[in-house]
Protein backbone atom coordinates (compact mmCIF):
# COMPACT_ATOMS: atom_id res chain seq x y z
CA UNK A 1 0.00 0.00 0.00
CA UNK A 2 1.45 3.25 -1.00
CA UNK A 3 0.79 6.18 1.62
CA UNK A 4 -0.89 8.90 -0.30
CA UNK A 5 1.34 12.10 -0.07
CA UNK A 6 0.36 15.92 -0.85
CA UNK A 7 3.35 18.24 -1.45
CA UNK A 8 3.59 22.12 -1.72
CA UNK A 9 6.34 24.21 -3.25
CA UNK A 10 6.63 27.36 -1.89
CA UNK A 11 8.73 28.09 -4.72
CA UNK A 12 10.60 31.85 -3.74
CA UNK A 13 7.25 32.95 -1.53
CA UNK A 14 6.90 33.48 1.79
CA UNK A 15 8.12 35.32 4.51
CA UNK A 16 8.07 34.61 8.53
CA UNK A 17 4.14 36.26 8.27
CA UNK A 18 3.57 32.74 6.08
CA UNK A 19 4.14 30.11 9.08
CA UNK A 20 0.95 30.93 10.40
CA UNK A 21 -0.48 29.06 7.36
CA UNK A 22 1.80 25.52 8.67
CA UNK A 23 -0.05 26.28 11.70
CA UNK A 24 -3.43 26.50 10.63
CA UNK A 25 -2.60 23.06 8.08
CA UNK A 26 -1.55 21.00 11.28
CA UNK A 27 -4.50 21.92 12.99
CA UNK A 28 -6.98 21.00 10.42
CA UNK A 29 -5.13 17.69 9.85
CA UNK A 30 -3.80 16.58 13.47
CA UNK A 31 -3.92 12.73 11.72
CA UNK A 32 -3.59 12.10 8.59
CA UNK A 33 -3.98 9.24 6.81
CA UNK A 34 -1.78 10.85 4.04
CA UNK A 35 1.12 12.46 4.18
CA UNK A 36 1.59 16.35 4.31
CA UNK A 37 4.24 17.81 3.13
CA UNK A 38 5.30 21.33 2.86
CA UNK A 39 8.74 22.76 0.87
CA UNK A 40 9.45 26.83 1.96
CA UNK A 41 12.63 28.57 0.79
CA UNK A 42 15.51 27.51 2.64
CA UNK A 43 15.75 30.51 4.73
CA UNK A 44 12.21 29.55 6.14
CA UNK A 45 13.29 25.44 7.01
CA UNK A 46 13.86 26.13 10.33
CA UNK A 47 11.44 28.55 11.71
CA UNK A 48 8.76 26.45 9.39
CA UNK A 49 10.52 22.81 11.53
CA UNK A 50 9.97 24.45 14.37
CA UNK A 51 6.58 25.89 13.78
CA UNK A 52 5.35 22.19 13.05
CA UNK A 53 7.30 19.98 15.33
CA UNK A 54 4.70 17.43 17.77
CA UNK A 55 2.33 17.80 14.34
CA UNK A 56 2.22 15.66 11.37
CA UNK A 57 3.20 17.81 8.95
CA UNK A 58 6.87 16.97 7.06
CA UNK A 59 9.22 19.85 5.86
CA UNK A 60 11.05 19.66 2.61
CA UNK A 61 13.77 21.20 0.46
CA UNK A 62 13.24 22.57 -3.22
CA UNK A 63 16.80 21.76 -4.09
CA UNK A 64 20.31 20.67 -2.69
CA UNK A 65 23.81 20.38 -4.26
CA UNK A 66 24.79 16.81 -5.19
CA UNK A 67 27.78 16.79 -3.11
CA UNK A 68 27.54 16.88 0.89
CA UNK A 69 29.76 19.81 1.71
CA UNK A 70 32.26 21.97 0.00
CA UNK A 71 33.25 25.40 -2.12
CA UNK A 72 29.85 25.99 -4.03
CA UNK A 73 28.72 29.45 -2.83
CA UNK A 74 25.34 29.86 -2.61
CA UNK A 75 24.41 25.97 -2.71
CA UNK A 76 23.10 23.64 0.08
CA UNK A 77 24.01 20.21 0.69
CA UNK A 78 21.73 17.33 1.52
CA UNK A 79 22.53 16.92 4.74
CA UNK A 80 22.15 20.58 5.55
CA UNK A 81 18.26 20.27 4.91
CA UNK A 82 18.22 17.13 7.16
CA UNK A 83 19.53 19.36 9.72
CA UNK A 84 17.63 21.95 9.59
CA UNK A 85 14.13 19.98 9.51
CA UNK A 86 13.52 18.77 6.21
CA UNK A 87 12.40 15.09 5.26
CA UNK A 88 12.50 15.79 1.68
CA UNK A 89 13.72 17.33 -1.09
CA UNK A 90 12.31 18.16 -4.82
CA UNK A 91 14.76 17.90 -7.21
CA UNK A 92 14.82 18.64 -11.45
CA UNK A 93 11.77 20.74 -10.94
CA UNK A 94 11.27 22.36 -14.63
CA UNK A 95 12.29 25.90 -13.12
CA UNK A 96 15.11 24.78 -11.91
CA UNK A 97 16.06 22.69 -15.43
CA UNK A 98 14.93 26.17 -17.07
CA UNK A 99 16.67 28.77 -15.24
CA UNK A 100 19.89 26.89 -14.01
CA UNK A 101 20.19 24.36 -17.10
CA UNK A 102 20.15 21.60 -14.56
CA UNK A 103 20.16 18.52 -16.70
CA UNK A 104 19.06 15.17 -15.75
CA UNK A 105 22.24 13.62 -14.98
CA UNK A 106 22.59 16.79 -12.39
CA UNK A 107 19.14 15.91 -10.99
CA UNK A 108 20.59 11.57 -10.54
CA UNK A 109 23.53 12.94 -8.54
CA UNK A 110 21.21 15.15 -6.28
CA UNK A 111 18.87 12.42 -6.11
CA UNK A 112 21.80 10.43 -4.89
CA UNK A 113 22.82 12.53 -2.29
CA UNK A 114 19.48 13.34 -1.21
CA UNK A 115 19.21 9.64 -0.31
CA UNK A 116 22.68 9.33 1.62
CA UNK A 117 21.59 12.09 3.98
CA UNK A 118 18.05 10.11 4.86
CA UNK A 119 15.86 12.57 2.77
CA UNK A 120 12.98 11.83 0.09
CA UNK A 121 13.72 12.88 -3.34
CA UNK A 122 11.03 14.23 -5.33
CA UNK A 123 12.01 13.94 -8.56
CA UNK A 124 9.66 15.87 -11.16
CA UNK A 125 9.85 14.99 -15.02
CA UNK A 126 7.38 16.52 -17.82
CA UNK A 127 6.96 17.62 -21.33
CA UNK A 128 6.45 21.18 -22.91
CA UNK A 129 3.82 22.05 -24.91
CA UNK A 130 6.16 21.52 -27.90
CA UNK A 131 7.02 18.25 -27.27
CA UNK A 132 3.56 16.61 -26.25
CA UNK A 133 2.37 18.57 -29.34
CA UNK A 134 5.18 16.51 -31.50
CA UNK A 135 3.90 12.98 -29.88
CA UNK A 136 6.84 12.95 -27.37
CA UNK A 137 5.84 12.81 -24.41
CA UNK A 138 6.06 9.11 -23.25
CA UNK A 139 10.00 9.30 -24.88
CA UNK A 140 10.24 13.00 -23.12
CA UNK A 141 9.50 11.43 -19.34
CA UNK A 142 10.98 7.76 -20.41
CA UNK A 143 14.59 9.79 -20.95
CA UNK A 144 14.17 11.91 -18.03
CA UNK A 145 13.36 8.97 -15.97
CA UNK A 146 16.35 7.14 -16.85
CA UNK A 147 18.67 9.78 -16.55
CA UNK A 148 17.39 10.84 -13.59
CA UNK A 149 16.65 7.98 -11.08
CA UNK A 150 19.57 6.78 -9.23
CA UNK A 151 20.67 2.57 -9.87
CA UNK A 152 20.14 1.87 -6.35
CA UNK A 153 16.47 4.20 -5.95
CA UNK A 154 14.10 2.98 -2.95
CA UNK A 155 10.66 3.06 -2.40
CA UNK A 156 11.50 5.14 0.35
CA UNK A 157 13.73 7.23 -0.62
CA UNK A 158 12.15 8.07 -4.22
CA UNK A 159 8.73 10.13 -5.06
CA UNK A 160 8.38 10.76 -9.06
CA UNK A 161 6.11 13.63 -9.78
CA UNK A 162 4.63 14.11 -13.04
CA UNK A 163 4.73 17.74 -14.20
CA UNK A 164 3.35 18.37 -17.87
CA UNK A 165 5.41 22.19 -17.82
CA UNK A 166 2.23 23.48 -19.70
CA UNK A 167 0.32 22.88 -16.76
CA UNK A 168 2.83 24.31 -14.19
CA UNK A 169 1.25 27.76 -13.25
CA UNK A 170 -0.81 28.14 -15.96
CA UNK A 171 -3.99 27.40 -14.74
CA UNK A 172 -4.14 24.36 -17.69
CA UNK A 173 -4.59 20.94 -16.29
CA UNK A 174 -4.15 18.08 -18.25
CA UNK A 175 -7.12 15.88 -18.45
CA UNK A 176 -7.33 12.11 -16.36
CA UNK A 177 -6.93 10.66 -19.54
CA UNK A 178 -3.61 12.26 -20.05
CA UNK A 179 -2.59 12.04 -16.80
CA UNK A 180 -3.47 8.38 -16.47
CA UNK A 181 -1.49 7.49 -19.82
CA UNK A 182 1.47 9.14 -18.23
CA UNK A 183 1.68 7.55 -14.78
CA UNK A 184 0.62 4.03 -16.11
CA UNK A 185 3.53 4.26 -18.19
CA UNK A 186 5.91 5.79 -15.35
CA UNK A 187 4.68 2.92 -13.16
CA UNK A 188 5.63 0.13 -15.99
CA UNK A 189 8.75 1.76 -16.77
CA UNK A 190 9.65 1.65 -12.84
CA UNK A 191 8.49 -2.13 -12.33
CA UNK A 192 10.57 -2.64 -15.72
CA UNK A 193 13.62 -1.02 -14.15
CA UNK A 194 13.81 -2.09 -10.36
CA UNK A 195 11.38 -4.83 -10.19
CA UNK A 196 8.01 -5.29 -8.24
CA UNK A 197 8.92 -3.98 -5.04
CA UNK A 198 10.42 -1.07 -5.58
CA UNK A 199 8.45 -0.60 -9.09
CA UNK A 200 5.20 -1.01 -6.92
CA UNK A 201 6.09 1.30 -3.82
CA UNK A 202 7.68 4.23 -5.50
CA UNK A 203 4.75 6.86 -5.32
CA UNK A 204 3.29 8.83 -8.09
CA UNK A 205 2.41 12.37 -7.59
CA UNK A 206 0.63 14.62 -10.52
CA UNK A 207 1.76 18.40 -10.70
CA UNK A 208 -0.23 21.21 -12.79
CA UNK A 209 -2.54 23.97 -11.32
CA UNK A 210 -4.29 21.44 -8.90
CA UNK A 211 -6.80 23.29 -7.12
CA UNK A 212 -9.24 22.57 -4.55
CA UNK A 213 -12.15 21.96 -7.63
CA UNK A 214 -10.13 19.61 -9.63
CA UNK A 215 -8.03 17.66 -7.20
CA UNK A 216 -10.56 14.67 -6.22
CA UNK A 217 -10.96 13.82 -9.88
CA UNK A 218 -7.17 13.66 -10.32
CA UNK A 219 -6.53 12.08 -7.02
CA UNK A 220 -9.44 9.54 -8.70
CA UNK A 221 -6.85 8.72 -11.88
CA UNK A 222 -5.17 5.46 -12.31
CA UNK A 223 -2.00 5.53 -10.52
CA UNK A 224 -2.04 8.99 -9.02
CA UNK A 225 -0.50 8.73 -5.60
CA UNK A 226 -1.04 12.09 -4.69
CA UNK A 227 0.13 15.91 -5.66
CA UNK A 228 3.18 18.10 -5.60
CA UNK A 229 1.12 22.05 -5.68
CA UNK A 230 2.40 25.27 -6.54
CA UNK A 231 0.14 28.18 -6.23
CA UNK A 232 -2.34 26.30 -4.17
CA UNK A 233 -0.40 25.46 -1.29
CA UNK A 234 0.56 28.96 -0.21
CA UNK A 235 -2.39 29.35 2.07
CA UNK A 236 -3.85 26.64 4.14
CA UNK A 237 -7.28 27.69 2.96
CA UNK A 238 -6.28 26.46 -0.82
CA UNK A 239 -4.35 23.76 0.06
CA UNK A 240 -7.00 22.66 3.00
CA UNK A 241 -9.12 21.47 0.14
CA UNK A 242 -6.62 19.65 -2.07
CA UNK A 243 -5.39 17.77 1.26
CA UNK A 244 -9.10 17.29 1.69
CA UNK A 245 -9.72 15.32 -1.02
CA UNK A 246 -6.64 13.17 -0.83
CA UNK A 247 -8.05 11.99 2.64
CA UNK A 248 -11.30 11.56 0.79
CA UNK A 249 -9.68 9.22 -1.29
CA UNK A 250 -7.21 7.66 0.52
CA UNK A 251 -10.88 6.68 2.51
C1 LIG B 1 4.76 23.27 -9.31
O1 LIG B 1 5.43 24.29 -9.31
O2 LIG B 1 5.30 22.20 -9.02
C2 LIG B 1 3.35 23.37 -9.64
C3 LIG B 1 2.71 22.27 -9.88
O3 LIG B 1 2.82 24.63 -9.66
P1 LIG B 1 1.25 25.02 -9.81
O4 LIG B 1 0.50 24.10 -8.89
O5 LIG B 1 1.19 26.44 -9.39
O6 LIG B 1 0.89 24.80 -11.23
Given amino acids: MR ?3 AAGNWKMNGSRAALAEIAALAEAFPAPASEIVLCPPATLLAPAAARAEGTALRLGGQDCHAEPRGAHTGDIAAPMLAEAGAAYVILGHSER ?3 HGETSAQVRAKAAAAQAAGLTAIVCVG ?3 AERDAGETLSIVGAQMAESIPE ?3 AEALVLAYEPVWAIGTGRTASSAQIAEVHDFMRAELTRRFGAGTGDGVRLLYGGSV ?3 NAAEIFATSNVDGALVGGASLT ?3 FGPIVAALEAAEA
Fill in 211 to 213: KGA
Fill in 97 to 99: RAD
Fill in 3 to 5: RRL
Fill in 236 to 238: AAD
Fill in 127 to 129: ESL
Fill in 152 to 154: DAT
